[in-house]
Structures are given as structure tokens and as C-alpha cells.
């Protein structure tokens, strides 16, 4: 199973961009990675995923373009480029891997995570 770290997460102001990071290590199988978003008491939402041959990727209707996702399978690294970010106070982002070829939005369908990094972007 693989195993995932994320990384990049900070506080930033409305308006900013900033781009998160996830190293995946440990397995020989090519993972479909994904996104999800987390606020305090909340459930953990998808963001946007991106199969393991690069296809896609595809996005949570909400976010109108202002996210970007993509992999360097090389590096074993999926990235999440976040943009105009909305003043929505303290989130955890998570990374996560499925053996499927395809995203799914469901967070049941991923058997691998990471242990998120937060980003807070003050109301």
C-alpha cells in the first residue's frame, strides 16, 4: 500500500495562491491520486482527482477553475495548485490513493491517506 505525505499547507490572505505537495512512496503500483478538503467539523470533501496515467484531471463543481491539479509520476509527487483562495478560516487537506484507474468524489473508495496538511485562510 502506498504511503503518502503532504506538504506546502500555511496561512495565507484572501486572494492568495498557494500550492501543496504529496509524495507517494513504497509501492510499485500506479495509484489515481486525489484531493480532499476538511474544515473543523465538517466532512471531508473531494477537491479533484487525477487518474494514475495523467487522464483528467477532474474537479468538485465549487471550485470554478481556481484549483489545478496535476502528477509527476517520475517523482512520485501530485500537486495541488490553489488560487484566489476563499476566506473560509482553517482547512485540512488530504491526499489520496486508489488502485482504480479512475477518481472517484467518495471518500470510502480511497484505501491510502496521508496525514493532511492544514491551510487557513482568515474570515
Known amino acids: 500500500q502506498v504511503q503518502l505525505a503532504e506538504s506546502g499547507g500555511g496561512s495565507v490572505q484572501a486572494g492568495d495562491s498557494l500550492t501543496l505537495s504529496c509524495a507517494a512512496t513504497?509501492?510499485?503500483?500506479?495509484?489515481?491520486m486525489a484531493w480532499f478538503r476538511q474544515a473543523a467539523g465538517k466532512e471531508r470533501i473531494f477537491v479533484g482527482g487525477?487518474?494514475?496515467?495523467?487522464?483528467?484531471?477532474n474537479y468538485a463543481d465549487s471550485l470554478a477553475g481556481r484549483f489545478e491539479i496535476s502528477r509527476d509520476n517520475n517523482k512520485e509527487t501530485l500537486v495541488l495548485q490553489m488560487n484566489n483562495l476563499k476566506p473560509e478560516g482553517p482547512a485540512v487537506y488530504y491526499c489520496?490513493?486508489?488502485?482504480?484507474?479512475?477518481?472517484?468524489?467518495?471518500?470510502?473508495?480511497?484505501?491510502?491517506w496521508g496525514q493532511g496538511t492544514q491551510v487557513t485562510v482568515p474570515s
Open positions: 489520496a490513493g486508489r488502485s482504480r484507474r479512475t477518481p472517484s468524489p467518495q471518500t470510502y473508495d480511497y484505501r491510502s
Open positions: 513504497g509501492s510499485n503500483v500506479r495509484y489515481t
Open positions: 487525477i487518474s494514475w496515467d495523467g487522464n483528467g484531471p
